[in-house]
């Protein structure tokens, strides 16, 4: 009698149990995800934002917090602006005698010179002394001379910059060489950030630094993530206010697991006697590029979007374009130069409109 009662009360305990186990189970599987906007928060000279979607609440801000991590440590790592970066100790070094780099310096040095090799140097992260000079140039209000211009470029050029794959060390052939990672470095840490968010759990997310934006995953409402494209001839322009540059969505873009990248002339450039000079230089005028007034490229990676983006707005709606065409997965919407400001796209980017 005592015997079948425990008997009975063991029934029940481990029914509760496997019952309690199975609810928690579903209910776990039927969660519906949450997504947190990060918000804005500055980092690499720019406003960077992240949006997450994950099961947990606590989930996501740790998914949040990761990503802004990741942002910071590239910029540490590959700002020329910081004296104690390691991309400035290779600025400061590298002709002197070839200097060891990490593994993730070596990558993004390799990558860059591809870069260069498939956009026949129109990308060029050798360009660091002729940035400086314009920046001079529109501090002092004087396009600098010919013969300044002419020397500048004796400093640069991809094929002068030296990588040894076994001892992983970055070597300048010429004096005065001067890296610059302003057109990729942002893009490589947007894909850092969603590496470490989903690392941490997220399902999806967004992760934005100024131009450069990677999206993972589906929004918690499962519909598509929406980036807008800005409209350049509005952002010239005064609006209603009086305010230049004031934000003018010009193409709403969709964009799901993918990685999308706009440069353009109309945010960063420098003004000499009223005449505007972009702050991406065309390595074979020593000139700021001039042919696009914006270029947006879709690309697998961010890297990849950023890179190409400086690329092509080098290169122009021509020659971009064919270069864009020529790569498996690559799209892009450029804007020609004003006053005509044309729409150029490439085969498969109306997918981005729909
Ligand atoms: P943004 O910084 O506005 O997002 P980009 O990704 O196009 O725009 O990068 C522009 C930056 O890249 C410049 O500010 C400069 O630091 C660097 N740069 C300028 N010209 C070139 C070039 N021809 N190739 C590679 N990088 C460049
Ligand atoms: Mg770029």
Same mark, same amino acid.
Request: charged share 25%; hydrophobic share 45%; with cysteine.
């Given at each position: 009698?005592?015997?079948?009662?425990? !008997?009975?009360?063991?029934?029940?305990? /481990?029914?509760?149990?496997?019952? #309690?186990?199975?609810?928690?189970?579903?209910?776990?599987?039927?969660?519906?995800?949450?997504?947190?906007?990060?918000?804005?928060?500055?980092?690499?000279?720019?406003?960077?934002?992240? /949006?997450?979607?994950?099961?947990? $609440?606590?989930?996501?801000?740790?998914?949040?917090?990761?990503?802004?991590?990741?942002?910071?440590?590239?910029?540490?790592?590959?700002?020329?602006?910081? *004296?104690?970066?390691?991309?400035?100790?290779?600025?400061?070094?590298?002709? @002197?005698?070839?200097? =060891?780099?990490?593994?993730?310096?070596?990558?993004?040095?390799? =990558?860059?010179?591809?870069?260069? !090799?498939?956009?026949?140097?129109?990308? *060029?992260?050798?360009?660091?002394?002729?940035? *400086? %000079?314009?920046?001079?140039?529109?501090?002092?209000?004087?396009?600098?001379?010919?013969?300044?211009?002419?020397?500048?470029?004796?400093?640069?050029?991809?094929?002068?910059?030296?990588?040894?794959?076994?001892?992983?060390?970055?070597?300048?052939?010429?004096?005065?060489?001067?890296?610059?990672?302003?057109?990729? #470095? =942002?893009?490589?840490?947007?894909?850092?950030?969603?590496?470490?968010? !989903?690392?941490?759990?997220?399902?999806?997310?967004?992760?934005?630094?100024?131009? $450069?934006?990677?999206?993972?995953?589906?929004?918690?409402?499962?519909?598509?993530?929406?980036?807008?494209?800005?409209?350049?001839?509005?952002?010239?322009?005064? *609006?209603?206010?009086? @305010?230049?540059?004031?934000?003018?969505? %010009?193409?709403?873009?969709?964009?799901?697991?993918?990685?999308?990248?706009?440069?353009?002339?109309?945010? !960063?450039?420098?003004?000499?006697?009223?005449?505007?000079?972009?702050?991406?230089?065309?390595?074979?005028?020593?000139?700021?590029?001039?042919?696009?007034?914006?270029?947006?490229?879709?690309?697998?990676?961010?890297?990849?979007?950023?890179?190409?983006?400086?690329?092509?707005?080098?290169?122009?709606?021509?020659?971009?374009?064919?270069?864009?065409?020529?790569?498996?997965?690559?799209?892009?919407?450029?804007?020609? #130069?004003?006053?005509?400001?044309?729409?150029?796209?490439?085969?498969?980017?109306?997918?981005?409109?729909?």
């Amino acid at each position: 009698m005592e015997n079948s009662s425990r !008997r009975i009360a063991v029934k029940i305990v /481990v029914t509760t149990v496997l019952l #309690a186990g199975v609810y928690f189970f579903v209910a776990e599987k039927i969660r519906r995800p949450i997504e947190i906007d990060g918000g804005y928060r500055e980092v690499m000279g720019t406003l960077a934002r992240i /949006v997450v979607v994950a099961k947990h $609440d606590w989930e996501g801000k740790r998914c949040i917090e990761a990503g802004f991590e990741q942002l910071k440590r590239i910029d540490a790592m590959m700002s020329d602006y910081k *004296d104690d970066s390691e991309l400035s100790r290779v600025n400061r070094e590298a002709f @002197t005698n070839p200097v =060891k780099i990490s593994p993730e310096l070596f990558e993004i040095l390799q =990558k860059s010179v591809e870069f260069s !090799r498939l956009s026949n140097g129109a990308f *060029d992260i050798t360009v660091g002394p002729l940035v *400086d %000079l314009w920046h001079k140039a529109g501090e002092a209000n004087v396009v600098p001379d010919k013969s300044i211009l002419t020397a500048t470029k004796a400093s640069i050029g991809f094929e002068k910059l030296i990588l040894d794959m076994n001892e992983r060390t970055v070597r300048f052939a010429v004096e005065g060489m001067r890296l610059d990672l302003g057109g990729i #470095a =942002k893009g490589y840490a947007v894909d850092k950030a969603v590496e470490a968010m !989903r690392r941490e759990g997220a399902i999806g997310g967004m992760v934005c630094a100024s131009g $450069d934006i990677r999206c993972f995953g589906k929004p918690a409402d499962k519909g598509t993530w929406r980036v807008g494209l800005q409209n350049p001839v509005a952002a010239n322009s005064p *609006d209603s206010n009086g @305010t230049i540059g004031a934000e003018q969505v %010009l193409m709403v873009l969709k964009v799901n697991d993918m990685a999308v990248a706009t440069s353009g002339d109309y945010r !960063r450039f420098v003004t000499i006697g009223g005449k505007r000079y972009s702050h991406i230089i065309d390595t074979n005028t020593a000139t700021g590029a001039n042919k696009l007034s914006s270029d947006t490229i879709f690309a697998a990676t961010a890297l990849d979007a950023d890179a190409l983006s400086t690329a092509v707005n080098v290169m122009g709606a021509e020659k971009g374009l064919a270069l864009v065409e020529s790569l498996d997965g690559v799209d892009a919407i450029l804007i020609t #130069a004003g006053p005509e400001y044309q729409v150029v796209k490439s085969g498969g980017a109306d997918m981005y409109l729909r």
